[in-house]
Structures are given as C-alpha cells and as structure tokens.
C-alpha cells in the first residue's frame, strides 16, 4: 500500500478492551480509526458518516443487531467491505456469516500480520469485485446499444474500418440499401456510390474529410443493391481510440428521397404560384404582420417601380403608402392583430397609392388575410386604375363644366339687369373654372372697363375689383387683356414669376395687387356679341387646380359665349324697357296736356251756347254750329281719353276706382246720353234695365265699356234698332247685352276685334282708334269679368260684358272666349 | 245762405281760370283765382278772400294742388273750406278721396256739370 493512502478503518466490538487494543494495533500499523463502536446501530450511522474503507465487526454483539446483521445493514447502505472477527465460530454463525458476503475472518486472537493481511485482501477483493462488476455494465450497456442500432429501421447506421470496409450494420442500412449483413460486411463501402462518383474519388475524399474535420457531411444520390437510387443525407464520423487515433468509422445514412419529393413538389407548386403571380395583372403584395413584404409580382414591379428584390423585407407603408395615409394604414394593421376587426378585408377599396418616382397613382384594392394563426399574413390585389379615374374625371370634368355653363345660363338669365346679369356670371365661373374673374366689357366709347369681379375668397373680392378699376388704356401690347379684345383671339398665359409683366398682361401695373391674388394660369378670352368683340372674360386660377387645358379654354369660351349673348338680350330688354318707359310717359304727358286745352274749350263752347240760348236770339245758323263745335270737342275728349286708356293699360295702371252702384240705372243713363247720336242715323236704343242690378264697380269704366259698346252698335248697326239689356248671370254674376243689327261680323275678324288698334271694317268707311273693345276687354278683365262677341255677318252682332258683383284683383283673367252663334 | 257765394280756383292754366271764372261769375258767384298752391294759400291766409268753395287743380307748379291741401288742412282758418278736386289725372277719384274733397270734376268737362258740382258743394250762387 505504499504511495496510497491510509486505508480507514472502523471498529465494531463490544468488548472495549479488545476494542482499545485493536485500534492501538491498527494506528500502529498505519491505519486510520474513524470511529470505534459497541453497538451494531452505532455502527451503521457511524459507517454511513465516515465512509470507512473497511469495517472490522465483531460477529458476537450485544444489543438489538448482532454482527451478522449490522454487517448487512451496512451493506446494504454503504459499499464497504467487512471483516468478521469472532472467537469461535459455530456451523450457525459461520453459515449466516458466509450469507452476507463477508471479505474475511479474522478468529481471535490474531496476530498483527493475520490483521494486516486480511485487511488488504479485503481490500483488493473488494476494490476488482468493482472492476468488474463495471465491466459486465459496460459490456452489457455495449450490447445494449448494439442491440438499439441493429433495430433502428430509419437510419442506416454501421462501421466503417480504416480503409473504409463495412464492419457492421444494422436493420436500418439493410432496408435503405437492400443488403444484409453476410452480403455487406468486408466490402468497401464506395458500393453505395454512383459509378461517377466513384469516378471523382468522392468516397475516399469524404473519408479524409472524416478524419481531417472530425465529420463529414452529404447530401446526394446513392445507390441501392438493386441499382436504383434514393437521396441520401450521410454523416461520416471518424472513431478515435484513447489516443487519439483513428481507429475507423461511423456512417448513419438517411433516406430522403421521399423528402426531397416532397420539398420539390413543394417549390414546383411555389415556382407555379410564382408563374401565376408574375403573370398576373394585378398586383399582388403580400405582407406579414408586420407590414413588410414576403411576394411583391411583376405587376407591382411594373406598377410601383421596386423590383422585387428591392421590396422585399421593406415596410410596404414606405413603398406605396403616400405619407398622409401610412400611420392610418398602420393603426389599422395594429388593430387588426389586436383586436381582429378588419373593416377593410375583402372589400374592394379605390385610393391612393405612390411609385417610386413619387408620383401618385389611384388603385383598386382589395385585402384578403391568408396566413392563419397568431402571424397572419395578408395579400392584396392592386390594381392601377389611374386612367380609368383619369376618364371618370375627365366625364366628371366635362358634367362640371356642363354643369357650370347651365348653371351661369341660368343666371345669367334670371335677371336682365345688366351689371346683376354680368355679376351673376363671373360668379357662376367661381370655383370650377378660376379661383378670380374680371369681367370688362366696352363701353359706348369703344373703352374697355371693368363691369363684374369676383373671387372665391370674399375677402379678397375687393381687391380684385381695385385691380379691374385700377386699370390702365390700351398700351398696344401684342398679349394681353387689350389684345384679346383687339384680335378676338382667346389666350392662355402660364404663371410667371414677373408680377409686373403679369399685371401688364391684366392690363394693369399694379404688380404688387396681382401678386396679392396670385396668378397660376390666366385664360383670357373674348366676349362677342353679334360676331363683334364687346368685352374680355379674364378667369385666373392662383390655387393648386394648376394650369388652364384645352378643355378649360373651350368652357371658357363657352361662357363668355353665353356671357355675350345675355349682355346682348339685357342691352335689347334695357332698351326696349327704356323706349316703353319713353312711351308711356309721353302718352301720360300727352293725354294730360291734351286734356288741359279741351277744359276751356269745353267749357267756353258751353258758355257761349248758354248765352246764345239765354239770349232769345233765334240764330239757329250759329247755334247748330255751336253744337256741333261742341260735338267734336267731346269726341276730342274721347279720343284722348282712349289714348290715356291704352297707355294706362299697356303700363299696367289701369287702376279700378270701385264704389257700390246700380249698373240698370248706369245702363240707362248711359244709353241716354247716346240716344241723340243713334237718332242721326236713325236708330233707336231700346233700354231692358228695369230692376236695379246693385254691385260694385268703377263707374266711370264701366260707363266707359257700355257707352263703347253702344258706341259701336250705332256705328255699325246700319240704323236699324239697338238694343240693351242687364240681367242677372249665374254664379253671381250680371250680363250686359248690347245687340245690333247691322252688318255684323265676319268669323275670322271675330277672334282679332278685341285687339290693340283691330277693327273688324276698313278704316276708310269707319274711322276710330280701334282702342274701343280693346280698352272695353281690358276694364272688364280688370274687374274679374269678360267681354264677348256674337255675331252672324250681315245680321248684325251681341256684345255681352259679364261682370262678377265683387271684382277681383287687377290683371285676373276672366272668361275671355269668343262665341259665334245664330 | 246769406250774400255772394265765393269760389277760389286754383289751376295754372290761364285759361282754364278764365273759363271757369266766367262761368262762374255769369252764374252770380264772386271768383278768385290763383296759378298755383301757394299763390292760394297766400291768398287765403292774407284774407284776400275767404271762399266757400276752393276748385283745385291737382298738376300744378311751384305748389301743386296735394301741397296746398295739406298745408290748407294744417291752418285751423282754412282747414274746413270745402275743396273741390278739378284734375286731368288719372284714377282722379282715389286722389280725391286721399285728400278729403268734398267733390271732383274731371278735365275736360261740360259746363252743367261744374254748375252743378259747385252748387252742390259751395253753395248755389244766390
């Protein structure tokens, strides 16, 4: 035991001087006591505490574990060996002892060599019982194992010596590789290579790679006992004794092939999937949860200007996103995962999108989830609809500006003032065709003026009408608002960064108010009225619309088409409201002033008649002139009156001065007054007016009706008997009839008589205004009645006025229809 | 009915005046004329005369005839002589019922009717 160290012992002996004399032997001879005990109890504790190298027990001891069986308890507990000692030894005792595997006996007494000798036996003994007590383990775990890689069926796991022999092999290479174990073992494994590879000298380098790397590693085809092929993953380890030293090979071989089927199906279907989406149309995008792109196709290649390689791994929201809208696009994202509402998905969605060049395109998009799972990823179907937008707007653009130019019709026809009309107008061009308008037409010298500004923003109105006063003459440029009145040629002037050249072009020179307004683009065009130039339409965009088109120009033109034609008609209406004006009022001062000399006359003729009469001169000679002096200046009277009536009613003044009245006592009075002129010709009136007939009118017009009826019953009643009737009508009505029997009237006059200035005769033979059933027409229009005619030519003609009891308001029409009977 | 009636015309119309005037005189009434409203009222406020009957025309320079009745019927003196609107205007009856005549004649007219207009309104002549 030199160089070891000391062996530990413990002591187990009841008999303490024996025990104290053992220990004292044992110091002695080198060993070191770790405990010293009586009892089998303490023994056991002491022994799991101490982990002595051995135990010397005593067989014999006293208490509840004789030695026999302290012994097994430590045995059991611990891997020490045991010694008995013992004083004698009956066949019992040695028969127990002998169960418990003991390591010696030691029979007192005994000497110091016996001890020493039995201590180290026990020792040895005990120290190879463990050797190979470990070597069966290991020998059995090997063939455990080996066991374990024969089974295997999956792999083909075997051995490979150093000069690449097969050595073993196991279930798993007999399937793959279709040979068994006599067939295989001793030959060079480079069987299970392809004859090329063979060639190349792949086998042997994947051995040097083994012992060069540790391991070796392949994919490839290999071949079978019957020839075919399978795709097989080959790991190679080298095998190294304790020093290292290469001793041989460990091969484990898989078969792929039904993997490598599978990956490729996988990527034909992928590359198929990749054909269709390349050959698709639209774009399709997909992104991750994250907003980054996993597919970007050739239509978004095309499309978005990334190429693929560009846009994969990028945000999506940077590519194609415009700015405004990526935080929306975002949250919407994040919303989605956090919550699952998706309002977009699966709904067909017209936006913005942006290319690389920045540029903005509309797109038709719609969203579909595709990934399940806690990492959705989500494809969408891009589509640029930019020129179908663009042919929407423009359609839109042209219902716009159709609907800009009925709208300015529309004012420019809702008044016929002239300035309101031109107002009206500039307006309507706001904000469809120009953020500011001018307005300038010519005035009677031939100067171009402002009539009409207006701006979107009312604030700024202001100024653009200072600029249009402000307004300098022709100064003969070949541009501008003067030469487009000049030429007639319509202009379209692009923004300029000079405001002085600008506002020249305005015909100004206050730069710094047009350069308040702003100018973007300025489209000038002509207002012709009956193919002469009468003014300029100026509209002037200054916001983001940008630059006047064609199209624009055209709308322009329409405009100051229709601008010209309402100036046209407003200046035609003006000047006929003015010639009616005129005329009325010259018929007021007229009728009035003719009036005025006829009062004196009257009254003079009336005096000297008077006087003549009163007199008691018989001077019938002077008398009948008076009278008939007096005669024609009544009909003077009438006549004026007539012409005082026309104009009243042309102005639409024929004022009703009503008072309650009887209409039978009127009638009479009325016919009375015309008895003398009807007896000249030799026709009486035959008054039908018994009852009174109360209602309220204006007497004096409608004195003035019947005297006019009965006026031309006389006239054209060829002398034979006039008569004249009231009576009450239905409906609250009254009728007066005046009836004749004279030459009547033809049927085609009929409809006509009631006209301005018609008469149903030549004037020759029967001299008038032709006002009389005009005028007649219109007292009783004004009253709610009717005046109507009857006639049968040459039988003569009724004349029936209808007049309700309570007149209506002026200008009601009443049942104004022609009748023709008998 | 005590002594000479007395008419005021009033018109700018020299012979209208006269006209009436001589009418008027022939049938016993003591006339007076003016041209215009304030001729009229200068004439009724000097008390140059103190009519019973005024005949107003209605167009008139200087003071046409709606002045004069407004300012007539502002001086407690004149406010109660009965006018008599004489007029070639049209719708003559509204205009004299705005102005509280007592009666209307229309220009031009016959010779009985001012008699009898002015009888009626003024008082017969004696």
């Known amino acids: ?822 | 009915m005590s002594g000479q009636r007395s008419i005021l015309v009033v018109d700018d119309d020299a012979d209208i005046r006269e006209s009436v005037a001589e009418a008027l005189e022939a049938e016993g009434y003591h006339v007076a004329t003016a041209a215009n409203g304030a001729v009229a009222l200068r004439l009724l406020r000097e008390r140059e005369v103190r009519p019973d009957a005024i005949l107003l025309d209605i167009m008139m320079p200087d003071m046409d005839g709606r002045a004069f009745r407004e300012e007539q019927m502002k001086d407690i003196r004149l406010a109660l002589i009965p006018v008599i609107v004489f007029t070639a205007i049209s719708a003559p009856a509204d205009t004299a019922r705005r102005l509280q005549a007592a009666g209307l004649l229309r220009k031009p007219l016959h010779l009985d009717e001012l008699l009898s207009e002015v009888a009626r309104v003024g008082g017969a002549a004696t």
């Open chain 1, 1 to 822: 035991m030199s160089g070891a160290s000391p062996r530990r012992v413990l002591i187990v002996e009841d008999q303490r001087l024996v025990a104290a004399d053992l220990e004292d032997t044992l110091r002695r001879l080198g060993y070191i006591v770790v405990g010293n005990v009586a009892s089998g109890e303490e023994a056991i504790s002491r022994s799991v505490e101490a982990r002595p190298d051995l135990a010397l027990l005593d067989v014999r001891l006293r208490g509840e574990l004789d030695g026999i069986q302290t012994a097994a308890a430590i045995r059991e507990r611990t891997d020490i060996p045991v010694i008995y000692l013992t004083a004698y030894a009956d066949e019992d005792t040695v028969r127990r002892a002998m169960l418990t595997g003991p390591f010696g006996y030691l029979v007192k007494p005994f000497n110091e060599r016996e001890l020493r000798a039995a201590i180290d036996i026990a020792i040895y003994k005990h120290a190879t019982d463990r050797l190979l007590a470990e070597e069966r383990a290991r020998r059995q775990a090997a063939e455990e194992f080996k066991f374990l890689v024969e089974g295997v069926e999956d792999y083909a796991i075997y051995l490979l010596d150093l000069a690449g022999r097969v050595t073993t092999w196991n279930m798993g290479a007999q399937r793959i590789k279709g040979y068994d174990a006599a067939e295989i073992i001793g030959r060079h494994y480079s069987v299970f290579y392809l004859p090329e590879d063979i060639a190349s000298g792949k086998p042997e380098a994947e051995l040097r790679e083994a012992v060069e790397q540790g391991r070796a590693e392949d994919e490839g085809w290999r071949v079978r006992k019957d020839g075919s092929r399978f795709w097989a993953n080959v790991v190679i380890t080298a095998l190294r004794d304790d020093r290292g030293q290469v001793r041989g090979f460990a091969k484990v071989t898989r078969d792929l092939t039904a993997r490598r089927e599978a990956e490729l199906d996988l990527r034909r279907s992928a590359a198929r999937t990749q054909a269709i989406l390349t050959g698709a149309l639209d774009c399709v995008i997909t992104i991750d949860a994250g907003g980054r792109v996993l597919e970007w196709n050739r239509a978004a290649e095309e499309t978005f200007g990334y190429r693929r390689d560009e846009a994969i791994g990028r945000e999506m929201a940077e590519l194609i996103i415009p700015e405004p809208l990526r935080s929306k696009h975002r949250e919407g994202l994040a919303r989605y995962l956090h919550t699952g509402e998706g309002p977009i998905l699966g709904k067909r969605l017209e936006l913005q999108a942006m290319t690389r060049d920045r540029g903005e395109i509309a797109v038709e998009l719609s969203v579909v989830r595709v990934a399940e799972g806690a990492s959705p990823t989500f494809t969408g179907f891009v589509r640029d609809i930019t020129a179908r937008k663009r042919a929407e707007m423009e359609r839109e653009r042209r219902e716009e500006a159709q609907q800009l130019l009925d709208r300015a019709t529309l004012m420019l026809a809702g008044s016929l003032d002239i300035s309101e009309t031109i107002r009206n107008a500039a307006r309507s061009a706001l904000p469809g065709l120009a953020d500011w308008c001018l307005v300038d037409l010519a005035d009677e010298s031939g100067e171009l003026g402002q009539v009409a500004a207006a701006h979107v923003d009312l604030d700024k109105e202001e100024l653009a009408r200072r600029l249009g006063r402000e307004r300098i003459g022709d100064a003969g440029l070949p541009h501008g608002v003067h030469h487009v009145f000049r030429t007639g040629l319509a202009e379209v002037h692009p923004r300029s960064d000079d405001d002085a050249s600008t506002a020249r072009l305005l015909g100004t020179e206050r730069s710094s108010l047009v350069h308040e307004l702003g100018v973007e683009s300025y489209l000038c065009v002509p207002i012709t009225v009956r193919e002469r130039t009468q003014g300029v339409l100026n509209l002037i965009r200054s916001g983001p619309r940008g630059a006047y088109t064609p199209g624009d120009l055209w709308v322009a033109q329409e405009l100051a088409h229709r601008i010209g034609f309402a100036v046209d008609n407003a200046r035609l209406f003006h000047a006929a409201q003015e010639a009616i004006r005129a005329r009325d009022e010259f018929l007021q001062v007229a009728s009035h002033e003719l009036k005025t000399p006829l009062t004196p006359l009257q009254l003079q003729l009336d005096t000297v008649t008077r006087a003549l009469e009163k007199s008691g001169q018989q001077n019938e000679l002077l008398l009948g002139k008076l009278k008939m002096a007096t005669r024609q200046t009544a009909r003077l009277g009438r006549l004026v009156e007539s012409l005082l009536d026309m104009s009243r009613i042309t102005a639409g003044k024929l004022n009703l001065e009503v008072e309650y009245l009887d209409l039978s006592d009127l009638i009479r009075d009325v016919a009375e007054r015309h008895r003398a002129e009807a007896g000249k010709i030799g026709s009486g009136i035959k008054v039908l007016a018994d009852r009174p007939v109360g209602g309220r009118w204006d007497r004096l017009r409608i004195e003035q009706v019947v005297s006019n009826l009965l006026s031309n019953a006389i006239k054209y009643g060829a002398g034979k008997p006039i008569e004249v009737s009231v009576r009450e009508g239905g409906e609250g009505a009254v009728r007066v009839e005046v009836t004749d029997h004279g030459i009547g009237i033809e049927k085609d006059v009929l409809g006509r008589i009631f006209g301005r200035f018609e008469r149903g005769v030549s004037f020759r033979n029967y001299p008038g205004l032709g006002l009389g059933l005009f005028i007649a027409r219109q007292i009783a229009e004004a009253h709610g009645g009717a005046v109507v005619a009857r006639s049968q030519p040459g039988s003569g003609s009724t004349f029936t006025l209808v007049l309700p009891r309570q007149p209506v308001q002026q200008g009601a029409a009443g049942p104004g229809a022609e009748e023709t009977k008998r």
